[in-house]
């Protein structure tokens, strides 16, 4: 009778280890995978890879065709200024 005490609680003991384990790896590989996701996306950003305009896992809200050094404010309301030739802007 002791010997199958102890058979069973064994066996309990390593099904919760493989659970606690199974519940700490989750959360890591969440972890991992994300920051891997964005260590990748801004190695493509950097090497300017064009297939990041068709790639199905990410966005493009927009893209904007300026020189560099260019600031864009989003939502910015554009106001139409006329210039007068004898007047210094």
Known sequence: ???????????????LWFIALVCLSLPAWLLYNSWNKGRLLNERLENCD???????????????????GTTVTENATLVAVPNKLDQIV
Do not use: H, W, Y
């Open 50 to 68: 064009d297939t990041l305009l068709s790639d199905s896992g990410v966005k493009v809200a927009q893209v904007i065709s300026a020189p560099l």
């Open 1 to 15: 009778m002791e010997s199958i005490t102890r058979t069973v609680n064994v066996l309990l003991t390593v099904f």
